[in-house]
């Protein structure tokens, strides 16, 4: 995709990741991913709040008991926040699930690599539903899960992920959003099978979003960031003691900070940070400003 054009002057993403004449993000832009309030409404004052920590922009967690895609009033009233406010859509992680209880209330996953085609036809409407909100939120990239945890690698997986991705890349060229396929637990998402998948189906416009927790309780960080470096477009980051998917702060888990900041600073194009932390860890609202400051100070 190309880069979008450096003149709009209160776009702070674009003012990060573009200059005339050359393109190439500059500095890493603070991104803070609205799963920190997974059990709340998204609404303008959680976007104030993102604001007001130090982010740059957001990443929207398409989850509808958080942000129904397809309610017109939610889409209009955050459209209209956004088109008032310096605080910019970077990104729009897709849908998990068909219900508004993350599966909890036995909804079946958007599971685009599910081995029966009707399910993977309703997996692709799904994620199609909430990319069509780009209209009004113009997010720029589009955060994508290849399948479950249990899902394995064949030919027949390869083929089901390369129809998935071509048919959600044709659909999100035109909107102005690119997708990023995230590492994952599952056999298909390492990030070795991921590049198998993007480089032999010849899908160059389709980056990656480096999720650092699951790399590393699976291959590690290092070898992750090695694997995937030419495709990297933003990094979800949060923290675990590499046993299980703890979504902590940085700094609460085992994740050697400033070695995985010193990795991503030397790729050509340092990615985008996206602060993703879990709505359940307990931290006071009035001190959340500081916690994300600290949390993006830690891996610049």
């Not at 897709?94 to 085609?117: D, I, W």
Request: hydrophobic residues 45%; charged residues 20%.
């Amino acid at each position: 995709m190309p880069l979008p054009k450096c003149d709009n002057e209160n776009s702070v993403w674009l003012r990060r990741t573009c200059q005339p004449g050359a393109g190439g993000i500059l500095a890493k832009l603070r991104v803070l991913s609205t799963h920190l309030f997974l059990n709340q409404r998204l609404h303008p004052e959680l976007l104030e709040l993102a604001d007001h920590s130090g982010a740059e922009a957001v990443e929207i967690f398409a989850a509808r008991q958080h942000f129904d895609y397809t309610a017109r009033e939610q889409v209009a009233e955050l459209a209209a926040w956004f088109r008032s406010n310096p605080l910019q859509a970077w990104s729009m992680h897709a849908p998990l699930y068909f219900g508004r209880e993350m599966g909890r209330a036995g909804a079946p996953a958007v599971n685009l690599l599910h081995p029966e085609k009707a399910r993977r036809i309703d997996a692709m409407d799904e994620i199609k539903r909430a990319l069509e909100t780009a209209e009004h939120i113009p997010f720029r990239n589009l955060v994508v899960h290849l399948g479950e945890r249990t899902d394995a690698w064949s030919q027949r997986t390869i083929e089901y992920a390369f129809i998935a991705l071509e048919y959600i890349d044709a659909f999100a060229r035109p909107l102005g959003v690119r997708p990023l396929v995230e590492n994952l637990t599952g056999d298909p998402t390492t990030p070795e099978h991921l590049m198998e998948i993007l480089t032999t189906g010849h899908l160059d416009s389709i980056g990656v979003c480096l999720d650092l927790g699951h790399a590393h309780f699976t291959v590690g960080v290092p070898e992750a960031i090695a694997t995937l470096a030419g495709r990297i477009v933003q990094v979800h980051a949060h923290d675990n003691h590499g046993l299980k998917d703890e979504h902590l702060w940085p700094g609460e888990g085992t994740i050697d900070w400033p070695a995985t900041a010193a990795a991503l600073n030397a790729l050509p194009e340092p990615p985008a940070t996206v602060l993703e932390i879990s709505s359940k860890l307990p931290v006071e609202p009035s001190a959340l400003p500081a916690r994300i400051r600290q949390a993006f100070d830690l891996l610049d």
